[in-house]
C-alpha cells in the first residue's frame, strides 16, 4: 500500500499555508455562492434539452403555444352583474398595459367585446344586454363562468420568464386586483400555476436554511452521545461546514442550480463529510492516548487513514457517478453536487482538520500516557467488540436471516409505487395550493394532453375537418377521461352556425375575427396549431401505469384516425413529459443501483487487485438495498425523483462503512497475525468512530425529516433507515462475511502451499530414484 508519510510531514511543517490557503478559499467561494440560483420544478429539470421529448414540448409547444396562466378568481352571488363586469374590465385593461403579460381572458372582455361589434364601444353594457351577450356566446364561457356564481380571470404570461420578472408581474396583479374596486361582497383570489411556484420557491428558500441549522444542532447532539472519549468532540462539524461553504462556491462557478432536489445533497455531504472528519480526528486521539508524540501521530494518522479514506471516497463517489447515467438532469444534478461536495469535505477534513488538531494539540498538550498504551477507554468500542464477536459465533444464522430478509426485500420493492402527482411533494396546507384545489372544485381538473398539428396550411377546410373529427372521436371514445377538446377548429365551426365552412377565404375571415387571445391559444401562424384535450385530474387519479395506458390509448386513436396526406400530428403536454420522467424513475433507479455496484466493485478489484477484498464491501450493500425494498413497501412510501437515489446512496455510504471496517482489520492482522484477533481489535477501536459518524449521518438527515416538503421528509427518513441498515450490517453481515473469507483464504494457502510441498517432495523422490539407478 502506497505509504503518505511525507504528506503527514508535510501537513506538520506547514500549517500556516494550510489555514491560508483555507481562508482564501472560503472568501472565494462565498464571493461565487452569491451566483447559485434557485430552481423550481420547470420542464429543463425533468428532461434534458438534447432529448426529442425536449424539443418537442418546449420548442414547438411552449415557445408557440403554452403561457403560464395567473388567475384571478371572482366569486359573488352573480359575478355576471354590471358592476361586477366593470370591475373586472378594469382590471383586465389595467393588466394588458403591463409589461410581459401577453394575453387576458375574462367574461368582461367576452362582453365588452361583443357591445363594441354592435355599438362601437367597448364597454360594459345594460344587465339586459349582458344576458342576452351571454346566452348567445355558446360553450366558450364555460371555461371561464360554470356558474354564475364563480368566474375566473387568466392573465398570460410567457413561461420563459426569469424568476424577478414573475415575482414583479404577480406583485403588479395583486395591487391590480385591489385597484378593480370589485363591489362588496365579492372575494376575488390570485391563484394559477405561476403564483403556486412562486410561494413554493418561498417555503422553500425560507425552510432551507431552519433545515440545515436543525441539521447542526442534531449533529452536535450526536457527537456529544458517541464522541466524547476524544478532546474537542465537536470539531468535526466546522470542518463539515467549511467543505460545505466551498462546495457551495463550486456550485456558483459552474452554474448549478439550487432546487428541492440538489438541496438534499447537503445533509448527504454534511453526513458522509463528518465521517472523513471523525476518522482522522478519532485516529489522532488514539495514537495520542497510546503515548506517541504528537509530530509522530499526526504523520501516523495521515499514513494510515489518508488513504483509506481516499479509498472510501472513490467507491462513494463511484455510487454517486451512477447517477450521472440518469436521463432526469435534476438526477444528474444532485449526483454533481454529491461528487463535488465530498472531494470539498475530504479536502477539508485531511488538510484542516489535521492542522487545526495538531496546532490545538500542540498549544495544550494531554498528559503523555505509557508507550504501548492502547485502551481507548470507548465503551461503545466495547459494546460493537461484543456484537461482531456474537454474530462471528453464529455466522450462519445471521447469513441466513440477512439473505432471507433481502430476498423478501427485493421482491416487495418491485411493488413499491412511484409519487406521479408534484403538487404531493409540496406542503398540503400551502395556502395557493388550498386557493388552486378551490379553483379546480368549480372548473375541473387543469390536466391536459396537447396534440400539435403541423402542415403548410392548418386552416385548410380538409384539415379543419379532420381535426374536428378526430376532436370528436376522442369525446366519443374516451368519454370516461376525456372532458372536453379545443382547438381552432372548435371555433371556426361555433362561428359557422355548427359546421366548419369549405371555402378557406371564408375560415380566415372567420380565424381573424376572433379574440386575438383565442387565436395565440391555439393557431400560431397557419402551418401549427394545437389540439387541447382537457382530462381532469388523471394525473392524480390514475398514477404512473394508468397515465401511461391513457397516454399510449391516445396515440392508439391517432393511429387509427390517420390524418390526411401533409399533416403531421405529435402528442405532448406535461402529463407526456411526466410520464417519460417517472418511468426513467422507475426502471433508472434499478439501472443506477446495479451500475453503481459493478463500478465499486471494479474500482476495489483495481485498487486492491483481491477479489475478496473487492467483494467485501459490495455484498453487504445488496443486503441494505433489499431491507430498504421491504422497508419502502410496508411502510406505505412511495418513490420520489429523491428516494430513486436510494440504491446509488446505499452503496455510496454503507460501502465506506465496510471499506473503513476493512483496511483497519487487514492492518490489525498485518500486525496480529490472527483473524479472530485482529477483528477483537478493529472492532474496539474503529466501532466507535463508525458509530459516532453514523449516528451523526442519521441525526443530519433527521433534520431533513422537519422539512414541510414531503419530498424532502420522506426522503430523510429512508435515508436515516439505510444509514441505520448500513451500520448494523457493517458490524453483523459484513464481520461474518470477513471473517469467512479470510478463513477460507488461509485454507486455501495452506492448502497449495501443502500441495506445493507435496510436489516437492514427490519431485525429490523422483530425482533420488534416478539418481540411484
Known sequence: MISLERLGVWITKNPIIIIAVAVLLTLVSVHY?????????????FVSKDSALYQLYDHLYQENFAV????????????????????????????????????????????????????????????????????????????????RR?????VGMPTTLKEPQRKELLVELNNAVDFAEF?????????????????????MNNSNGSVLALCGVLMIVALLLVFRHVRWPLLPIPIVFLGIIWTFGA??????????????????????????????????????????????????????????????????????????SSTVPMIKDFGMVCIIGLVMCYLSALFVNVTVLYLSERKSPRKRKAEGHSKDGSAIGAFIENVANFCVGRWKAVLAVALILALAGNYADTLVPIETDTK???????????????????????????FLVQADDVTDPENLMWIDDFSNYLINSREDRTESVTSIATYVKEAGGGE????????????????????????????????????????????????????????????????????SVRITGQPVLMSTVMDALT????????????????????????????????????????WMGGVMYYGGLKYTPLTATLGALILGVGSEYAILMMERFYEELQNVGDPYEALKITANRIGSALVASGAAVAFGFAALMSSPFNIISNFGLVTVLSIVFALITTFTVFVVLMIRMEIHREVVENAKQELKKAIALINDQSRRRINGN
Open 33 to 45: 455562492a452569491q451566483q447559485v440560483e434557485s430552481q423550481g420544478m420547470t420542464t429543463d429539470t
Open 68 to 147: 403560464d396562466g395567473n388567475v384571478i378568481l371572482i366569486e359573488g352571488d352573480d359575478v355576471a352583474k354590471a358592476d361586477a363586469l366593470s370591475a373586472g374590465l378594469r382590471l383586465s385593461d389595467h393588466m394588458k398595459q403591463v409589461h410581459n403579460v401577453v394575453s387576458v381572458q375574462s367574461i368582461a372582455d367576452i362582453v365588452a367585446e361583443a357591445e363594441y361589434q354592435s355599438s362601437g364601444t367597448r364597454r360594459i353594457p345594460s344587465q339586459e344586454k349582458i344576458d342576452e351577450i351571454l346566452a348567445s356566446a355558446g360553450s366558450s364561457i364555460q371555461g371561464l363562468m360554470p356558474d
Open 150 to 154: 364563480h368566474a375566473r380571470m387568466i
Open 183 to 203: 363591489p362588496a361582497g365579492y372575494s376575488t383570489t390570485v391563484t394559477g400555476d405561476p403564483s403556486f411556484q412562486a410561494a413554493i420557491q418561498e417555503v
Open 251 to 324: 456550485m456558483g462557478l459552474l452554474h448549478l442550480p439550487m432546487s428541492m432536489v440538489t438541496f438534499a445533497a447537503f445533509p448527504i455531504m454534511i453526513g458522509i463529510g463528518i465521517d472523513y472528519a471523525i476518522q482522522f480526528h478519532n485516529r489522532i486521539d488514539e495514537e495520542l492516548v497510546k503515548g506517541k508524540p504528537l509530530v509522530e501521530a499526526v504523520i501516523s494518522t495521515v499514513n494510515h487513514v489518508a488513504l483509506p479514506v481516499i479509498i472510501a471516497l472513490v467507491v462513494t463517489e463511484a455510487g454517486f457517478v451512477a447517477l450521472l
Open 424 to 450: 404531493n411533494y409540496i406542503p398540503q396546507d400551502l395556502s395557493p395550493l388550498i386557493d388552486l384545489k378551490h379553483m379546480k372544485a368549480f372548473f375541473g381538473g387543469t390536466d391536459s394532453l396537447k
Open 500 to 567: 366548419i365552412p369549405d371555402d378557406r377565404t371564408q375560415i380566415r375571415e372567420i380565424i381573424a375575427s376572433l379574440p386575438k387571445a383565442v387565436q395565440d391559444t391555439y393557431l400560431s401562424g397557419h402551418n401549427l396549431a394545437i389540439v387541447d384535450v382537457n382530462i381532469g385530474d388523471a394525473q392524480t387519479n390514475l398514477g404512473t401505469e394508468g397515465m401511461a395506458r391513457l397516454i399510449k390509448s391516445y396515440e392508439d386513436d391517432l393511429a387509427w384516425m390517420t390524418p390526411p396526406p401533409g399533416i
Open 587 to 626: 426502471s433508472g433507479r434499478i439501472e443506477m443501483s446495479l451500475l453503481g455496484l459493478v463500478m465499486i466493485f471494479i474500482l476495489l478489484l483495481v485498487i486492491y487487485r483481491d477479489l475478496i477484498k473487492a467483494l467485501l464491501p459490495v455484498l453487504p450493500m445488496l443486503v441494505v438495498i433489499g
